[in-house]
């Protein structure tokens, strides 16, 4: 793939990953985020899936089983467990999570453990059958003691003892011979908390603890007890073995975390991508990754619209390791049942500000399917969440960071959203007050772009300076200018970008129109799937030079050398971040970029269709306010607010469209690598290479020096 070091983002995010924690990565267009994230899942994956073939699992649980600890198979999803099974975590806000051992205690004996509160949250411990709920206390077979001083049992909270948390150790005793428990705290021991009934007496009491947002070290007598009990309690593990039951529910049983038998439909790895195109560009990665990889081979399939639902239901029939999809139809499948997400141990969100955007209707897919996946997986891993943008900066991601995950690592090599130096963005102010051209364009019928008809009810009049006159004449003047900005750089190659698809099929038809090889390709939501895959096919091999698309098209869109972006219009103000996404579809992979924007000196009336439609046959153009579908845009306001945003003032350029080649040294060919020497090489591993240098010498006079201390040359 002529990759020979990892970009920056790939020397930081890809160690982040490997590391186990979620990460959030932040980083510029084209600098190698999908690389960053799919290489590392790619590897974990692959490593699992041959140690389950390997049954390594398998071992690892049959070995433990003498010891007094956590069943994995009798817990709830979200509960973590650590690999001794004593150490138990939920960081759920909201919900209760509980667990019960692995084995149990019947008949005779008074036994005892010991719960420690390692953080600061709600926590539960007690005694519970196997019949009982996980959420102790709430049914008749729990017997529970809570932080709020509460002991439970049956669904009912009765004071008992005094409050407990942080750093406190309770102490659980249950005595068999005379039929009751109770509870100590820090040594101090409380009244009978529960008399068993005669209907329970004769059950196996598991150990069992709920806890919410918290963290408890448990201790059924392996090591010394805190506080070793007294009056004939033994701590579980001395429990004589007549006495004691292994739980019913068994690993490998019919739980479905099962890692040994991971059902066929059930991926290890969800990819969710804005786009189908984006999709598909992930998933096409995946594929010449994984090419590396045999025994066992990853399955990775495409879940989207646009596959006729048999040739989906086959993909996932065969099995399915890792998915990348577009929201919908996923959320479907796994409403379903489909697609399980049992067994989901990577959850990926490309492009994640727009995914969780409040324009989106992705954000609510996106917690259901997050509902959906255990927290741990069985094999005690955490889900691990891996969230990537060149905009990454904004409140709704920092939302999603606080919901969903678990002390994320920013991976962020700017601190803000940036633009590459590879991209050169410039912007030329269309005046209509100062350019009055458009007036004899319009003359000539038929010479000038047909505009989106927004005036169609308005008295234009050539020569005045009424807004609605103005708004019309942008319009005219932007086709012009294009047409001056392509035959000044002689663009072989270039995506335009427009605001509304009305607006790309106008100028795809008025480039078309000039019979001079303006050779076209148009990607908006109402082309069909497979037009847009066409179509975008088309731009990548050469047939069509020019990409007219909308927004769909602003984020991810890897071609390769495209040396020109022209945006028509700004984005609107909803969408002001994806203004980074559309120039960074040029000066990618070190390659240079020119990026042109058109912005409208006086406002511009636009379509904003609110209508069920969407815009179809609607003509409705009053403004949104007076029930129609329309709106004033003032491009220069947005323009500010971008600038604002980047911290950059954007260069201006005539409307000879003229670039001032010394502000980029005279030497910029677009489209090709960049000049100095090669940026990836001279990055972060390259400047960091010194160092790292100095740092094995250290580590290895560190270790000869240990080395002689343990076995000095005299031994
Ligand atoms: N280590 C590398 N060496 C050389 N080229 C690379 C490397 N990693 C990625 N690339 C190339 O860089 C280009 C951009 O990569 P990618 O599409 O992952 O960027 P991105 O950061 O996801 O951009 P965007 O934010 O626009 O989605 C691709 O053509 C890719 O093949």
């Known amino acids: 793939m002529d990759w020979t070091l990892p970009t920056d983002i790939q020397s930081e995010g890809i160690p982040a990953i490997l590391g186990g924690g979620d990460v959030l990565m932040a980083a510029e267009t ?15 994956v692959y490593e699992t899936m041959r140690d389950q073939q390997a049954g390594k699992y398998k071992k690892k649980f049959a070995g433990q089983e003498k010891d007094w600890k956590i069943n994995i198979f009798d817990k709830e999803r979200n509960l973590g467990v650590d690999g001794n099974g004593l150490r138990c975590e939920s960081t759920h806000p909201k919900f209760w999570s509980g667990a019960r051992c692995n084995k149990g205690v019947v008949g005779k004996g008074k036994y005892y453990y010991e719960a420690y509160v390692e953080t600061d949250g709600l926590c539960r411990v007690g005694w519970s059958t196997s019949d009982g709920s996980l959420n102790l206390g709430t049914d008749p077979a729990g017997f529970g ?187 479907d499948l796994v409403a379903q049942n489909k697609i399980l997400l049992s067994n989901i141990r990577f959850f990926i969100l490309d492009e994640a500000d727009s995914l969780v955007s409040t324009q989106s209707d992705c954000f609510k897919i996106l917690q259901q399917l997050h509902s959906h996946m255990p927290k741990y997986s069985p094999e005690g891993y955490r889900l691990q969440m891996i969230v990537c943008s060149a905009t990454l900066h904004n409140s709704e991601v920092k939302k999603l960071a606080d919901q969903f ?64 006159t103005l708004s019309e004449a942008i319009k005219t003047l932007k086709g012009e200018y294009i047409i001056k900005a392509i035959d000044e750089h002689k663009m072989d190659k270039c995506i335009i970008f427009c605001r509304t698809r009305l607006d790309c099929d106008n100028l795809e038809k008025f480039l078309t129109s000039r019979n001079k090889g303006y050779t076209c390709a148009c990607l908006h939501s109402d082309r069909s799937p497979d037009e847009r895959t066409r179509n975008l096919d088309w731009f990548k091999t050469g047939k069509a030079r020019f990409l007219i698309c909308t927004d ?8 390769r050398g495209v040396p020109y972006v022209i945006n028509m219009t700004l984005p609107t103000p909803e969408e002001k971040a994806n203004y980074v996404h559309r120039i960074g579809r040029v000066g990618r992979a070190q390659r240079m970029g020119l990026a042109i924007s058109l912005v409208a ?61 010394d502000e980029f040294d005279g030497k910029v060919v677009y489209g090709a690598k960049r000049s100095n020497e090669g940026g990836i090489k001279t990055g972060h591993a390259v400047e960091l290479s010194g160092v790292v240098q100095a740092l094995a010498e250290l580590e290895r006079s560190v270790q000869l020096s240990y080395l002689q201390m343990i076995a000095p040359p005299s031994a």
């Open 145 to 331: 003691f809570g932080g709020t001083g509460k002991k439970s049992n049956a669904g009912s909270f009765d004071d008992y003892g005094e409050s407990f948390t942080l750093y406190d150790t309770i102490g659980c005793f249950i005595d068999l011979d005379n039929g009751v428990i109770h509870f100590s705290k820090n040594d101090h021991e409380f009244g009978t908390a529960f008399e068993i009934s005669q209907q329970l007496i004769n059950s196996v009491f598991y150990p069992a603890i709920v806890i919410k947002n918290a963290r408890i070290l448990l201790n059924f007598g392996a090591t010394v007890f805190k506080f070793p009990p007294q009056n004939g309690y033994v701590g579980l593990t001395q429990a004589p073995i007549d006495f004691v039951r292994d739980s019913p529910i068994t690993a490998f049983g019919n739980s479905d975390t099962n890692s040994e038998k991971r059902p066929h439909n059930a991926p290890m790895c969800l990819i969710l991508e804005p786009t189908k195109e984006l999709a598909q560009q992930t998933h096409n990665q995946i594929e010449n990754f994984k090419k590396y990889l045999d025994a066992p081979k990853i399955r990775n399939i495409l879940v989207m619209g646009g596959i006729s639902m048999t040739e989906q239901m086959n993909l996932i029939n065969d099995g399915v390791d890792i998915i990348t999809a577009a929201p919908g139809r996923i959320s």
């Open 405 to 468: 995950m678990h002390f994320p690592q920013w991976v962020d090599l700017k601190g803000q959203d940036s633009v590459p130096d590879t991209v050169h963005q410039v912007v030329c102010i269309v005046d209509p007050k100062n350019d009055k051209s458009w007036i004899r364009l319009r003359s000539k019928i038929g010479d000038s772009i047909a505009t989106d008809g927004i005036h169609s009810k308005d008295e234009i009049r050539p020569g005045r300076d009424d807004p609605e």
């Open 601 to 661: 000196s006086v406002g511009e009336k636009v379509w904003y269709h609110k209508c069920q439609s969407r815009g179809a046959n609607c003509f409705n153009t009053h403004l949104v306010n007076q029930g129609g579908c329309a709106r004033w845009l003032n491009e220069m306001t947005s323009l500010a607010e971008i600038e604002e945003h980047l911290g950059v003032t954007v260069n201006r350029v005539g409307t000879d469209f003229i670039v001032p080649m």
């Open 30 to 44: 084209g600098s190698g985020k999908t690389g960053a994230f799919c290489l590392p899942v790619l590897q974990i």
């Open 552 to 559: 769909v098209a602003a984020r991810g869109i890897d071609v």
